[in-house]
């Protein structure tokens, strides 16, 4: 199954109506997608850190509003064994790309252009994130976003990285 555009705006316009965090439990599901780097990054090798992943768009206002407020958080944490991985779901990167020369971020960008990992972690709101252990659990998921859900991210981050 392929995640259509108007699918993806309404999960976006959606978003607000979901709970802003909710618990998870179980081992993050492992994958390997190309950055925009040109590089394959696998989820297993970040294992030791604790790893946001955001599911973003770029047609997506508040994935855009969120972005700069991720990359603040990786750049305070990421010496402390934290990254962001940005998983951007548009079949086509060249909007992500355009977008990131708007938006420039540090974190690692990857492109899931067939929406294999976004479905198998059940993305049905944009953005969706996920906050995964040291272990490679999973520990958190926030649909959507709103100014100010940085701050819990700050909170439930630091948490993390003292485990």
């Not at 997608?33 to 790893?51: M, Y």
């Not at 944490?77 to 990254?83: E, H, I, N, P, R």
């Not at 940005?86 to 974190?107: M, Q």
Request: glycine share 6%; aromatic share 10%.
């Amino acid at each position: 199954m392929r995640i259509r555009p108007l699918f993806l705006a309404t999960l976006c316009a959606t978003a607000a109506f979901f709970s802003q965090a909710e618990p998870l439990s179980g081992a993050a599901h492992d994958f390997t997608l190309k950055t925009n780097q040109g590089n394959n990054l696998r989820l297993a090798e970040q294992r030791g850190n604790v790893v946001l992943l955001n599911f973003w768009a770029s047609w997506c206002g508040p994935c855009r509003q969120e972005m700069p407020k991720l990359d603040a958080l990786y750049q305070r944490y990421q010496s402390a064994g934290f990254t962001v991985l940005g998983i951007n779901v548009e079949t086509d990167s060249a909007a992500a790309d355009n977008l990131l020369k708007k938006i420039p971020v540090s974190f690692p960008i990857l492109y899931d252009t067939d929406t294999r990992v976004s479905q198998s972690y059940q993305v049905d709101a944009m953005p969706t994130s996920v906050l995964i252990d040291r272990n490679g659990e999973m520990r958190q998921l926030h649909r959507g976003y709103k100014p100010g859900y940085e701050e819990l991210y700050r909170q439930q981050i630091k948490e993390l990285l003292k485990e």
